[in-house]
Structure formats: C-alpha cells, structure tokens
C-alpha cells in the first residue's frame, strides 16, 4: 500500500534532480503547477492517466515513484521487481464455484490490482467478490455464447476501467525483445497479460525476475474455478520460460476515458439480446456459437447418441456446466442492471430474472443428481431428461428476451 506522502516525497525528489521546477513539471504534463505542489506535499495523487507520462519524464517507474524512493537496478542486472497492488484488497467473499471463465476473473484481477475498485469494506479495502466478475461476463460477451467469446473480449472488457491492451505476438518478435517488451511494460508499473495458444494457464503477471525469463503472477485457467477464484497478489507463481511456445501477450496501458458502468450496461444488453436470439449456426461445432440455435443442435446430437446406444453421453460435458453458468451469469448480470442502472422500468427485468431463475434451478437439479449411466437405456432415459430442460430453457430465455426487447433501450 502506498503512502501519499512518501510518494510526494519521491516525486519531488525525482523532479529535482532532473533539474526541472514545479512550474515546468506542470507544463509538461499540462497541468497547473498547484497540482504538482499537492503531490509533493502528499495532499493529493497524480491520476493514473498521467503515472505513465509523469514516470516517463522523471525518468523511473510509476513502482519507484509511489512505493519506494531508490533507483531501480541496471536493465541487464539480474535482479527481481515485484509490483505491489495499487490499493488494498480484501479476501475473496463470492462463490468459488460456478467460476469457470478465465477472462472475467482475470479481468476483475486487472481491477483489483490497479486500485480501481470504489466498492470499499470498512478497512478501507477493495472488495473483492462476485460483482465485477459477473459484469466482465456479460462486458466480453462470453456469458452469452458455448465456447465462445469476442476476439477484442480482454480489450472491450480493459476499456471499461480507462485502460487498453497492446497486442503482441510471440510469433512476431525475436525472443530477447519479446521478454523485454514484457520486463519493460512491468518496470513501468503496469501488468502484463500472457496468453497461450493452446490449452494452458493465462498468467496476470505483475513481476519478473531473471532479466524477464520469470514471470511472476496469477494463473487463471477455462474451466478451473480454484484459479480463477483466487485474486491474492500476496502468492505470485512464478513462470520460467513462460515465452518457449511464442505465446501472445497484450500489454497493459493507460487508455481512453472509461465509459460509465450505465452507459456500459445498456450497450451490452443489446448486444447481448442479438446475440441470445440468434438462430444460425457460426462453426462447424454444433455447440459452438451462441443464441436460440444451441438448444435445437444440443437435442439433435443427444438424439444421435441415443440412435446409436452410446452409453456415454458425450455432448454433456462441459457444454452442461458453460449452460449452467452461461444462464447464472445472465440473471445476476440483469439483476445489477436494475440496480446500477437509473431509469430503467424494474418490471421486465424481474419478470425476465424469474424465467432464468427457473433455468438455473432445472440445471443445479440435473447436475445434483446426475449419475453416469451404466447401460445404453439408462443414457437414453437421462438424454430425455436433459432434452426436456433444454426446451424448457429454450421456451424460458424466449419468453424472458421477449420482456426486455420491449424496452427502448
């Protein structure tokens, strides 16, 4: 946790000894010089937008400057520099399970650690639970679809807190300038996001050691929800050689003005009406895509397994858990859109949470009880079960975007 006033004292130190005043530190972030005189006296801080400019003309890093006043090591010394969360953060306190989409929960970590987080406990410490995590789902569009998300998900969802992502790819850069882009971004005070191209941990990294071929930080994983529940920067993993199988990495910086949670909402809403009524198939995959369309795919597959006495019923899993999770989503996403949202009529809403709430209900009930089969009658008997959820579900979240599609959004 920083302290305003040693953190003034580190600015003014800095200033000095570029030999600039107060006044011509001011001009060149194009602020008045007051602002400048109440960072230094510890009565105020410098937003985030003007960390990176204000790290780069003093010539450190925005770690330097707001947690410690000495001079970071040689670049190609081998040494380790671990960032601290830019404000606190209290214990994780929402459901550990269902947790299963990593780009939600790695994207609530990018908040936690920037100090984002106006929700506070009486500490004084961000919470951390459930809430963004719910918001990021419905943000990056992932709740909506089976197997898919947006190409930009990680960008739309950085957008929301004033940051963005620099994309780059492991395939395109020689090896020392990849590990140096990752070294250099983290020296500046910033987290960077490694994202592998197949199947394996994403890492929130928010340190290094070894000149950068150590990664420090957070895993998150599809499909995990121990990783992607756990949020405490106080038990970074390390990750050697994390650059071996050219990986791409969006670097994380300062952006554009956020736009309001409101405006955020109701933008996806729409988007997310579209893409819940879609009925064309958009892969090869029948439960890949998103919208109306997965429920008809999803019984005409358990009807193939059952024409051919499978006794495994194969389309079940973990196309069951991203449908559970999917519709959980959805209804705590509509329920804070009634909450963080003005002027909004409650009633479709509430009549729309009620469908998807009988949705969640059938779901928690089969997964509860289910048994795998034995024997090809006993697959059947459970794929009838299943298929008349699905439609059940498919009338429901028809019925439930009928309610909301009339409002004029």
């Known amino acids: 946790m920083f302290d305003n006033t040693k953190a003034g004292q580190n ?5 000095k000894s570029m030999g600039l005043t107060q006044d011509e530190l001011a001009d060149r972030l194009n602020i008045s010089p007051q602002a400048v005189s109440k960072w230094e006296n510890g009565r105020a801080m410098p937003e985030l937008s003007l960390l990176v400019e204000l790290a780069e003309i003093l010539g450190s890093t925005i770690d330097a400057i707001l947690f410690r006043n000495t001079a970071c090591p040689a670049a190609n010394a081998n040494f380790e520099h671990i960032l601290l969360p830019y404000a606190p953060i209290a214990d994780f306190s929402g459901r550990t399970w269902p947790r299963s989409m990593a780009y939600p929960a790695m994207l609530q970590g990018v908040k936690l650690f920037m100090g984002l987080e106006e929700h506070r406990d009486p500490m004084g410490r961000q919470i951390n639970d459930d809430t963004e995590y719910v918001l990021q789902s419905a943000f990056t569009s ?20 004033g940051l963005r992502g620099k994309l780059c790819r492991g395939t395109d850069c020689a090896e020392e300038d990849f590990i140096r882009l990752a070294a ?12 592998p191209r197949e199947y394996s941990d994403m890492i929130l990294a928010t340190g290094l050691s070894h ?3 150590v990664l420090k930080g957070l895993p998150f994983l599809d499909g995990d929800d121990e990783k992607n529940s756990v949020m405490s920067f106080r038990e970074l993993k390390s990750f050697p050689e994390w650059y071996g199988k050219k990986p791409d990495m ?14 955020k909402c109701v933008e996806t809403l729409k ?6 009524q879609n009925e064309r198939g958009v892969s090869d995959e029948p439960l890949a895509g998103y919208g109306a369309v997965i429920y008809d795919n999803w019984c005409r597959e358990l009807q193939k397994e059952s024409s051919q006495d499978m006794v495994d019923i194969v ?39 009620s469908k998807y709430e ?38 429901l979240e028809t019925d439930a975007l009928k309610e909301i599609s009339a409002l004029a959004l």
């Open 11 to 15: 600015i003014a130190h800095l200033r």
């Open 142 to 161: 992932i709740c909506f679809g089976y197997s898919w998300g947006a190409d930009d998900a990680l960008e739309t969802g950085l957008s929301v807190y």
């Open 184 to 195: 250099d971004n983290i020296l500046s005070g910033y987290p960077v996001i490694i994202l």
């Open 211 to 213: 000149q950068g071929r």
């Open 250 to 263: 969006l670097l994380i910086k300062p952006g554009p003005k956020p736009v309001s949670i409101q405006e």
């Open 271 to 276: 988007k997310g009406l579209a893409l819940l």
């Open 315 to 353: 389309c079940l899993s973990p196309h069951i858990f991203i449908h559970y999770e999917g519709k959980l989503r959805i209804k705590q996403f509509l329920e804070l859109c009634m909450r963080l949202t003005d002027g909004l009529d409650h009633r479709p809403f509430t009549a729309a949470v």
């Open 358 to 395: 009988e949705i969640v209900s059938m779901c928690e009930k089969f997964l509860q009880g289910f048994k795998a089969p034995e024997t090809a009658d006993e697959a059947k008997e459970k794929r009838k079960t299943l298929t008349a959820i699905l439609q059940r579900s498919k009338e």
